[in-house]
């Protein structure tokens, strides 16, 4: 079995409010895509900044790449790509010139590289015009751009999917597939689109009130259940019930 790339143990980060998540132990590993479910508040974007080191845990440990995140953050997030809440882009930058600032702290990445890398999420086309005239979903297809434009080999993404049209979900589908079977990048994705992480994900994980509560591989899912969105409201309606008689 290959070694994680990714380890949070018994991590808890709990804001002043009381809410947060507590005690998630999650691993991911090269050419996982693992999709984070959840309702609305249940910790999903918590677990993914303190991934990327925009939190820190009160508990726990994080580490990439065998790197313990608040030790040697450079190391642990140098060979990932991540794109938290929706991008704060420079508007007045048109897409070329915005990957060419991500690209300024990689010498490796060329002008042909970024070029690749517009036409794979679309944008190529549009790649002269300044970044303040676009759409919401143009700017989630650049933020995924500038996520995987590094060759990462871990991507972070929060529900990538929002504001994407039709054909935007099918290209962010086929880069993703892509990246993680040619170059076996692993990605974590949370998203309320599960039919796309049905499509997508090779593991799952149900977040339930700040609680890591299921884990699965999607395609043993698929066997016992019709979809994985009935696994997911059984799974929903077996914790609330849990939570009533606790
Ligand atoms: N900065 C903050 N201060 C106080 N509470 C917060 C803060 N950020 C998040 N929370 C609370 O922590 C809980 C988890 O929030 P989080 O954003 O991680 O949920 P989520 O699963 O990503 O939700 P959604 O699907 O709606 O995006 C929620 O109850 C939220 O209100």
Redo the contacts with the bound molecule.
């Keep these: 079995m290959t070694a994680a790339i990714l380890q949070m143990k018994r991590a808890t980060k709990l804001?002043?409010?009381g809410?947060?998540?507590r005690d998630v132990s999650l691993e991911l590993r090269a050419g996982d895509v693992y999709g984070l479910l959840?309702?609305?508040?249940?910790?999903?974007?918590?677990?993914l900044?303190l991934m990327t080191g925009l939190i820190r845990a009160k508990t726990g440990s994080i580490s990439l790449f065998g790197y313990d995140i608040t030790e040697h953050f450079e190391k642990a997030m140098r060979p990932v790509g991540c794109m938290i809440e929706s991008a704060d882009f420079h508007d007045f930058l048109n897409a070329s010139q915005y990957l060419r600032m991500v690209a300024y702290y990689y010498p490796y990445i060329t002008e042909k590289k970024i070029d690749e890398t517009l036409e794979q999420v679309g944008l190529l086309n549009v790649r002269k015009d300044k970044i303040k005239h676009y759409s919401t979903g143009m700017k989630q297809k650049l933020a995924l751009a500038a996520a995987v434009l590094p060759d990462p080999k871990l991507v972070i993404l929060?529900?990538p999917t929002n504001g994407l049209d039709i054909e935007g979900t099918v290209i962010f589908r086929n880069v993703v597939k892509r990246l993680a079977e040619e170059k076996g990048t692993a990605f974590i994705i949370?998203s309320?689109m599960i039919h796309e992480l049905e499509q997508l994900c090779s593991r799952i994980g149900i977040?339930f009130e700040?609680a890591l509560r299921k884990e699965g591989n999607v395609s043993e899912l698929l066997l016992h259940n019709q979809s994985l969105e009935s696994f997911y409201i059984d799974e929903l309606q077996k914790a609330r019930k849990g939570n009533v008689h606790a």
């Design positions: 804001y002043a409010n809410r947060g998540i959840g309702p609305n508040g249940a910790g999903k974007t918590t677990i900044k929060d529900e949370s309320h977040v700040g």
